[in-house]
């Protein structure tokens, strides 16, 4: 079966930060990735999919680099609502990440 | 606009059969994968597999030998049932919609139900 492992698993920033969430699959995965947000009591919400494609509705300040192993989840200038959690998923055994917690400095 | 509503039992007992029902609302449940997963307390998300049209399934290699999933097209609903459940089941559940043109990526998420295990 195939793993991703998500680094770092916490991570505290300031407003105006650019923060960057590293998610690492066992094999190959090409670009079948997705990218959600979780805030506290919510259901999660798709950000990315394919890997670098922005969901519709979401902001800019959100970006998605990577394929084969190594993916990415960029956040170009950290905004208030931004403080949540952030999962991967790989969308084809459709495993997810064990989540990153972006938390407030 | 689409939305997913879960329902189902709150609590139930151990060795017992965990049964909850999605209803879509806003639109049809032809020709898309619909989902479910969960979400232990505190914990990180567990996909439970997936159904489409009650012809294809596709579950967690981890659960498979549980899980049943499946469509009723007349009542926009789609089910999963979950049998010979453990306190190691306790979580909020998620029915979530997939669409292929997202390779599958869950676009639209239900609010969630929490389930208890416990006698």
């Known amino acids: 079966d195939i793993q991703l492992t998500q680094s770092p698993s916490f991570l505290s920033a300031s407003v105006g930060d650019r923060i960057t969430i590293t998610c690492r699959a066992s094999?190959?995965?090409?670009?079948?990735l997705a990218w959600y947000q979780q805030k506290p009591g919510k259901a999660p919400n798709l950000l990315i999919y394919s890997a670098s494609t922005l969901q519709s509705g979401v902001p800019s300040r959100f970006s998605g680099s990577g394929s084969g192993t190594e993916f990415t989840l960029t956040i170009s200038s950290l905004q208030p609502e931004d403080f949540a959690t952030y999962y991967c998923?790989?969308?084809?055994?459709?495993?997810f990440g064990g989540g990153t917690k972006v938390e407030i400095k | 606009q689409v939305q997913l509503q879960e329902s189902g039992p709150g609590l139930v007992k151990p060795s017992e059969t965990l049964s909850l029902t999605c209803t879509v609302s806003g639109g049809s449940i032809s020709t898309y994968y619909w989902s479910w997963i969960r979400q232990p307390a505190g914990k990180g998300l567990e996909w439970i597999g997936h159904v489409y049209t009650s012809v294809y399934t596709s579950y967690n290699p981890s659960l498979k030998s549980r899980v049943t999933m499946s469509v009723d097209t007349s009542k926009n609903q789609f089910s999963l049932k979950l049998t010979s459940v453990t306190a190691a089941d306790t979580a909020v559940y998620y029915c979530a919609r997939a669409v292929a043109g997202t390779d599958r990526a869950l676009d639209i998420w239900g609010q969630g139900t929490m389930v208890t295990v416990s006698s």
């Open positions: 094999q190959g995965i090409f670009t079948y």
């Open positions: 998923q790989q969308l084809n055994n459709y495993p």
